[in-house]
């Protein structure tokens, strides 16, 4: 399979910003994603990068740059909520996710 | 509303006996897809189907089987459960596979003893 490297743990406190890094040893795939899983949940889908660049939506960014073979997810004002873990995926027809990166957000 | 279900959402079963896991989709989705989630290894895959009568392996396909007679379902096929296969099972459906999002089932927890 495919190698997607993410941090295990992330810890940020309420109201600041968090980097969430991926990088990966693949190529022609089509497209970098992240989703967000929270304890006992689903995952739930965030962002979807199919040309280098950022993508921004309300709080989140993600980042992909195909020439670094890396990407990020920036989440912006951290709400307690955002606790969770967070997971980059790339595609092909098949799928290849990370093996996630559990935020911790404090007061 | 729109959604993927799966049932059943819990199941303790013993080594050899066939089960199935059922998944449905009520968006009239092309790609749906069987997960497994262990700790420490994230999602991984376990089949696809783009469309119907179409599947093919993902990563870890071994002691699996699916089928897709029909748009809406894709059921997973354990014919001889074994224990390494206890993990959380998730079903999940996108519009047209790797280009947009994927929404996913609630889950099947899975314990084979």
């Known amino acids: 399979g495919q190698s997607l490297e993410q941090p295990s743990e992330v810890t940020a406190v309420e109201g600041a910003i968090v980097q969430i890094n991926c990088t990966y040893q693949?190529?022609?795939?089509?497209?970098l994603s992240w989703y967000q899983q929270h304890d006992g949940g689903a995952p739930t889908f965030l962002s979807y990068?199919?040309?280098?660049g950022l993508e921004e939506t309300g709080r989140f960014s993600s980042f992909l740059s195909r020439s670094d073979s890396y990407g990020y997810l920036l989440l912006q004002e951290l709400q307690m909520k955002d606790s969770a873990s967070y997971f980059c995926a790339v595609n092909f027809n098949k799928f290849y996710f990370g093996s996630g990166t559990k935020l911790n957000v404090k007061p | 509303e729109a959604q993927v279900t799966q049932n059943p959402r819990y199941l303790i079963t013993v080594t050899g006996k066939k089960l199935t896991v059922t998944c449905s989709q009520n968006?009239?989705?092309?790609?749906m897809s069987w997960y497994r989630q262990d700790p420490g290894l994230g999602l991984r895959q376990i089949y696809y189907s783009m469309n119907v009568e179409v599947t093919d392996k993902g990563d870890v396909p071994e002691g699996y089987k699916v089928s897709r007679k029909e748009k809406r379902n894709f059921p997973l096929i354990l014919e001889s459960p074994s224990p390494n296969q206890t993990s959380l099972y998730f079903c999940?459906?996108?519009?047209?596979?790797?280009?947009?999002?994927?929404?996913f089932g609630p889950g099947t927890r899975l314990t084979v003893t």
């Open positions: 990068n199919a040309l280098d």
């Open positions: 968006m009239n989705h092309e790609y």
């Open positions: 693949t190529s022609g795939f089509y497209g």
């Open positions: 999940a459906s996108s519009r047209t596979g790797g280009r947009d999002e994927q929404y």
